[in-house]
C-alpha cells in the first residue's frame, strides 16, 4: 500500500474526482481510494500497475495544469521577483496564464511536462512501495517544471510593466487634457484607414490647422512620443464632446483616444458620419429659414 499525502485535503479530494471521472478510472474501483486527512491510499496490483499508473498520471497532470501550476506561478513571483500586491501578483498570474494557453500546441503546453513524465516517476515510487507527498514528488521528480515556468513568468511580469507604462501614459494625457479649456463644444472623427478630423460645424480641418492646435508643453514636458496627427491636436483642443465614427472599434488609436476622452467620447459605425452631418445641415438650414 502506498500513500499521497497533501498539505490541502481539497487537493487530494480534487485529483480523485479526476481520477473517478477518468475514462478508465473504472479499470481501478477500489485500488485507489480518496481517505480524509490522509490522501490518496494505493494498494498496489502488479496485474493492474498499467491501468493504474495511467489512470494517477493522468488525474495528477490534469491537477497540476488546473490548478497546482499557478500556485507555483505565485510563489515564484513572490520569491524570485519580490512582488508582495496581491493586486499585482494576481494581474501577473493571469497574463501568465494567458501566454501559457496561447503556447499550447501539444500536451505539455510548452513547460516540458506530459504525462509520461509524470508516469514514469509514478512507477518507480509504486514498485518501491514507498509512501511520498504530493509536493516532495513534484520539487524533486518534476522539477524540470520550474525552470520551464520561468521564461513564462518573465515574459508576464515585461507585458505587465508595459500596460502599467501605458496606462500611466494614457492618465498623463487624460489629466492634460482635462486642465484645458476646451476649444470646441463637439469634435467629430471619421475613421476610415486613417483618421479625418471636422469641427463641431462638421467642416473638415486641415493638417495645417490641427498643427497650429497643438500645444507645445505637450510636446515639451512629456517624454513619451505623443502622435502629433492625432493625438496631439486631440488633447490640445479638449473638445467637450468627441464622436469617433469607427467599424474598427478594437483598433489601437481608436482604444488609446476612447481612454483618454472617456465619458466625453461617443462611439458610432461610420455610416453615422454621414447621417448625423446630414442632420446638422438640416437642422442649420431650418434655423437660417427662421432668421
Not at 500497475?49 to 507555483?72: C, D, P, R
Request: one cysteine or more; aromatic letters at 10%; hydrophobic letters at 40%.
Amino acid at each position: 500500500m502506498v500513500s499521497i499525502y497533501f498539505e490541502d485535503d481539497a487537493d487530494a479530494l480534487k485529483i480523485f474526482g479526476f481520477i473517478t471521472k477518468c475514462r478508465k478510472g473504472t479499470e481501478v474501483n477500489g485500488l485507489i481510494e480518496y481517505i480524509p486527512e490522509t490522501g490518496l491510499v494505493i494498494h498496489v496490483s502488479d496485474e493492474r500497475m498499467g491501468q493504474m499508473v495511467e489512470v494517477l498520471s493522468y488525474a495528477l497532470h490534469t491537477f497540476i495544469m488546473t490548478s497546482k501550476i499557478y500556485n507555483w506561478v505565485e510563489q515564484m513571483i513572490r520569491s524570485k521577483f519580490f512582488y508582495d500586491e496581491q493586486e499585482e501578483i494576481d494581474q501577473i498570474i493571469e497574463i501568465t496564464r494567458a501566454i501559457i494557453e496561447s503556447s499550447q500546441t501539444d500536451q505539455n503546453g510548452g513547460l516540458g511536462l506530459d504525462q509520461q513524465v509524470i508516469a514514469e516517476s509514478l512507477l518507480t515510487m509504486l514498485l518501491s512501495n514507498v509512501s511520498f507527498s504530493f509536493d516532495s514528488f513534484a520539487k524533486f521528480r518534476l522539477k524540470g517544471i520550474a525552470g520551464s515556468l520561468m521564461p513564462f513568468i518573465e515574459q508576464a511580469i515585461d507585458e505587465y510593466k508595459m500596460e502599467q507604462d501605458y496606462q500611466n501614459f494614457i492618465q498623463s494625457l487624460r489629466e492634460f487634457m482635462v486642465s484645458q479649456p476646451s476649444k470646441l463644444k463637439a469634435l467629430h472623427l471619421l475613421h476610415d484607414e486613417v483618421l479625418y478630423f471636422y469641427n463641431d460645424s462638421f467642416k473638415k480641418m486641415d493638417s495645417g490647422e490641427l498643427f497650429r492646435q497643438i500645444d507645445r508643453r505637450l510636446l515639451a514636458e512629456n517624454p513619451l512620443y505623443i502622435d502629433s496627427n492625432t493625438i496631439a491636436p486631440l488633447i490640445s483642443m479638449a473638445p467637450q464632446q468627441l464622436f469617433v465614427y469607427t467599424d474598427e472599434v478594437e483598433n489601437g488609436l481608436i482604444q488609446t483616444i476612447s481612454r483618454i476622452f472617456e465619458e466625453r467620447s461617443v462611439l458610432k459605425s461610420k455610416k453615422c458620419f454621414a447621417l448625423d452631418k446630414a442632420d446638422f445641415l438640416e437642422q442649420l438650414s431650418q434655423r437660417n429659414q427662421v432668421l
